[in-house]
């Protein structure tokens, strides 16, 4: 039963959205530099913890919720971020976890930082196709050859999907490792764009060993291993696995890494539908969009790792471990949309304005997955641009991220 909303109520959430558009992008011109949009906006403790950097994966995040304002000086600062994240990309073709600005130094992370290249790629070739900065796969052509081969040598020979290690992606302090979900994801996506070989291998692989409770077990003998691990021991049976390696896997439930599989096409109908599904059971939206993992890993747990407990950081419900996310929030309401729920997709539009609005449009990095108190670095740009992403989807923009090109990407 539809709840009838107070008198008035409906144009208290509509002045909420339409002023936090405008604050959303108010903030991201303050954030943006010549080089690109920072992390966060400046302030002692941001440039202690290295917030007041070009991240790679922030940047392009950014650059798809920028890339959508409508804003001319939003768009040229999304263009920026991507080109000095190419100036600073290894010789190898990794692209940097951050590029110092001002010490002129790029970071690659403590096991390495997998998920900027792919990121990266992403926002590239959307920012061409969209006429942003018409050319720029050609002018970039180079660096984009370097990045893919980088890729395709993390790549695993029959299952064609990466391979990373731990606490090395966005979630940098989680022990996910192996097969990664959320890389995984990407990695699909980026290979649909560039037109790369074995992409509906990569596709099938992922259904197969991230959600083996509806899709046939691999006919490779280690996949089939791999499998019967997980289906022997797995609880949650309608999420897709945060990760899968050898005789472990992540049972915990990684939202993001689920609404991406929805977004990029990676995931087959049925269990993308029992995927939403399991979120929507568990309340992940509630009070705010989105809760970072459906359940903390806790200290008792085998995954559980002493670096978790770096800065006190990632202990139940706080940052990767159970936090809310304003960003992944923004990605929750484009996959309401993409599945068809759009009127859901606006309400949910309206309690994440409200979560990018406490303590005076604070747009937090995340908020206590219990307490909910504003925790993490404030004035955080891909919170903002995650903002303006999902306000122009839900609106009936096209989603940058779970749009499908007609063929792949050709370079030439």
């Given at each position: 039963?539809?709840?009838?909303?107070?008198?008035?109520?409906a144009?208290d959430?509509?002045?909420?959205?339409?002023?936090?558009?405008?604050?959303?992008?108010?903030?991201?011109?303050?954030?943006s530099?010549?080089?690109?949009?920072?992390?966060?906006?400046?302030?002692?403790?941001?440039?202690?913890?290295?917030?007041?950097?070009?991240?790679?994966?922030?940047?392009?995040?950014?650059?798809?919720?920028m890339a959508?304002s409508?804003?001319?000086?939003?768009?040229?600062?999304?263009?920026?971020?991507?080109?000095?994240?190419?100036?600073?990309?290894?010789?190898n073709?990794?692209?940097?976890?951050f590029?110092?600005?001002d010490?002129?130094?790029?970071?690659?992370?403590?096991?390495?930082?997998?998920d900027?290249?792919?990121?990266?790629?992403?926002?590239?070739?959307?920012?061409?196709?969209?006429?942003?900065?018409?050319?720029?796969l050609?002018?970039?052509?180079?660096?984009?050859?370097?990045?893919l081969?980088?890729?395709?040598?993390?790549?695993?020979?029959?299952?064609?999907?990466l391979?990373?290690?731990?606490?090395?992606?966005?979630?940098?302090?989680m022990?996910?490792?192996?097969f990664?979900?959320?890389?995984?994801?990407?990695?699909?996506?980026?290979?649909?764009?560039?037109?790369?070989?074995?992409?509906?291998?990569?596709?099938?692989?992922?259904n197969?060993?991230?959600?083996?409770?509806?899709?046939?077990?691999?006919?490779?003998?280690?996949?089939?291993?791999?499998?019967?691990?997980?289906?022997?021991?797995?609880?949650?049976?309608?999420?897709?696995?945060s990760?899968v390696?050898?005789?472990?896997?992540?049972?915990?439930?990684?939202?993001?890494?689920?609404?991406?599989a929805?977004?990029?096409g990676?995931?087959?109908?049925?269990?993308?539908?029992?995927?939403?599904?399991?979120?929507?059971?568990?309340?992940?939206?509630?009070?705010?969009?989105?809760?970072?993992?459906?359940?903390?890993?806790?200290?008792?747990?085998?995954?559980?790792?002493?670096?978790?407990?770096?800065?006190?950081?990632?202990?139940?419900?706080?940052?990767?471990?159970?936090?809310?996310?304003?960003?992944?929030?923004?990605?929750?309401?484009?996959?309401?949309?993409?599945?068809?729920?759009?009127?859901?997709?606006?309400?949910?539009?309206?309690?994440?304005?409200?979560a990018?609005?406490?303590?005076?449009?604070?747009f937090?990095?995340?908020?206590?997955?219990?307490?909910?108190?504003?925790?993490?670095?404030?004035?955080?740009?891909?919170?903002?641009?995650?903002?303006l992403?999902?306000?122009?989807?839900?609106?009936?923009?096209?989603?940058?991220?779970?749009s499908?090109?007609?063929?792949?990407?050709?370079?030439?």
């Amino acid at each position: 039963m539809k709840s009838r909303a107070k008198p008035g109520a409906a144009d208290d959430d509509a002045r909420l959205v339409a002023e936090c558009r405008a604050r959303a992008v108010e903030l991201l011109k303050k954030n943006s530099t010549p080089a690109g949009v920072l992390a966060a906006s400046p302030n002692p403790k941001a440039e202690r913890r290295g917030y007041t950097s070009i991240f790679g994966r922030d940047a392009a995040i950014c650059a798809l919720g920028m890339a959508v304002s409508g804003d001319r000086e939003l768009e040229r600062a999304a263009v920026a971020g991507l080109e000095t994240l190419a100036a600073h990309q290894a010789p190898n073709g990794q692209l940097p976890k951050f590029v110092d600005v001002d010490g002129r130094e790029a970071d690659f992370w403590y096991l390495g930082c997998i998920d900027s290249t792919l990121w990266w790629l992403i926002a590239l070739e959307y920012l061409d196709r969209a006429g942003l900065a018409r050319g720029i796969l050609k002018r970039q052509r180079r660096r984009v050859e370097r990045a893919l081969c980088w890729l395709l040598a993390q790549e695993h020979q029959r299952f064609y999907l990466l391979q990373q290690n731990e606490a090395s992606d966005w979630a940098d302090i989680m022990p996910r490792s192996g097969f990664v979900l959320y890389t995984n994801a990407l990695w699909y996506r980026v290979k649909r764009l560039f037109g790369l070989p074995h992409t509906d291998e990569t596709r099938a692989n992922f259904n197969g060993l991230f959600h083996p409770f509806s899709a046939g077990l691999p006919e490779y003998r280690r996949g089939r291993l791999l499998c019967d691990y997980v289906l022997r021991k797995a609880k949650n049976r309608d999420l897709f696995l945060s990760f899968v390696n050898f005789s472990f896997f992540g049972d915990e439930g990684d939202v993001l890494g689920n609404l991406l599989a929805m977004l990029a096409g990676a995931a087959e109908r049925e269990a993308a539908r029992r995927a939403l599904g399991a979120l929507l059971a568990a309340r992940v939206h509630e009070p705010y969009p989105v809760r970072a993992v459906v359940k903390p890993i806790a200290k008792t747990s085998t995954l559980w790792r002493p670096y978790m407990a770096r800065h006190r950081q990632n202990f139940a419900w706080q940052y990767h471990n159970g936090g809310i996310w304003p960003m992944v929030g923004a990605f929750w309401v484009c996959a309401l949309v993409g599945a068809g729920h759009v009127e859901l997709a606006r309400a949910e539009l309206v309690k994440l304005a409200r979560a990018c609005a406490l303590r005076g449009f604070r747009f937090s990095e995340w908020l206590h997955g219990r307490t909910l108190a504003a925790r993490g670095m404030p004035g955080q740009s891909w919170s903002a641009a995650g903002f303006l992403l999902a306000d122009h989807v839900v609106n009936g923009g096209e989603d940058p991220l779970g749009s499908s090109p007609e063929r792949g990407m050709k370079l030439a």
